[in-house]
């Protein structure tokens, strides 16, 4: 007989950290607030706490357009707060799971910047195509509305972005992508990640 993993059966909350617990008086949640909440969720019967993105970003998407995979948001404190949810969560056996957004990166993202330049190899880390102002390479939709290709006059090519304009396309066919992709994550104590939206390009 198998036994099923953890995620099958567990009891999992999501915790969208803006909005959950404040603790120093600006409105905002933060990762500190999570952390006075564990009791709570403890005698709920939470096996999991799945945290909505944390990180550095301009917020056009409530977070899901990533401008730094391994810093914490100001907002929602810092890395030593991050470690200490996850240190407490583990004393009470709650398990921590990343909503990691590997879909696209907010066009702040140094990555993006670079890629603005035509001889960059990080050029390649997003999806570029010909057209011209008035002609998108095709018919493509985003899944916000309008057309899934953003122009860039200066290089005179669009780049497909499946959001909002700001959320530009990563190139999950470069490997070079991917193995960047596996070293980015804020701490090596959370126990699982969640996969926001894998592209089906």
Same mark, same amino acid.
């Given at each position: 007989?198998?036994?099923?993993?953890?995620?099958?059966?567990?009891?999992?909350?999501?915790?969208?950290?803006? /909005?959950? *617990?404040?603790?120093? @008086?600006?409105?905002?949640? +933060?990762?500190?607030? !999570?952390?006075?909440?564990?009791?709570? $969720?403890?005698?709920?019967?939470?096996?999991?706490?799945?945290?909505?993105?944390?990180?550095? /970003?301009? *917020?056009?998407?409530? @977070?899901?357009?990533?401008? +730094?995979?391994?810093? !914490?948001?100001?907002?929602?404190?810092? $890395?030593?707060?991050?470690?200490?949810?996850?240190?407490?969560?583990?004393?009470?056996?709650?398990?921590?799971?990343?909503?990691?957004?590997?879909?696209?990166?907010?066009?702040?993202?140094?990555?993006?910047?670079?890629?603005?330049?035509?001889?960059?190899?990080?050029?390649?880390?997003?999806?570029?195509?010909?057209?011209?102002?008035?002609?998108?390479?095709?018919?493509?939709?985003?899944?916000?509305?309008?057309?899934?290709?953003?122009?860039?006059?200066?290089?005179?090519?669009?780049?497909?972005?499946?959001?909002?304009?700001?959320?530009?396309?990563?190139?999950?066919?470069?490997?070079?992508?991917?193995?960047?992709?596996?070293?980015?994550?804020?701490?090596?104590?959370?126990?699982?990640?969640?996969?926001?939206?894998?592209?089906?390009?």
């Amino acid at each position: 007989m198998n036994i099923p993993h953890w995620w099958q059966n567990g009891v999992i909350y999501q915790v969208y950290p803006k /909005s959950f *617990q404040d603790t120093t @008086g600006s409105g905002t949640g +933060d990762l500190r607030g !999570v952390t006075q909440r564990l009791d709570y $969720l403890q005698k709920l019967g939470v096996d999991a706490i799945w945290l909505t993105p944390f990180y550095i /970003s301009p *917020q056009v998407d409530n @977070g899901y357009d990533v401008a +730094d995979y391994l810093s !914490v948001d100001p907002a929602y404190g810092t $890395l030593e707060d991050f470690d200490e949810l996850v240190a407490q969560a583990k004393a009470r056996g709650i398990r921590i799971i990343l909503d990691m957004v590997f879909n696209h990166t907010s066009t702040q993202h140094a990555w993006f910047r670079e890629a603005l330049d035509k001889d960059s190899p990080y050029r390649q880390f997003y999806l570029w195509r010909d057209g011209t102002p008035d002609s998108p390479p095709n018919n493509w939709r985003s899944k916000f509305g309008g057309n899934a290709w953003g122009w860039h006059a200066e290089s005179e090519q669009y780049y497909l972005h499946l959001f909002a304009p700001e959320q530009a396309d990563l190139n999950w066919e470069n490997p070079a992508v991917r193995a960047e992709l596996k070293k980015k994550s804020v701490s090596s104590g959370p126990i699982a990640a969640w996969t926001d939206y894998a592209s089906t390009w």
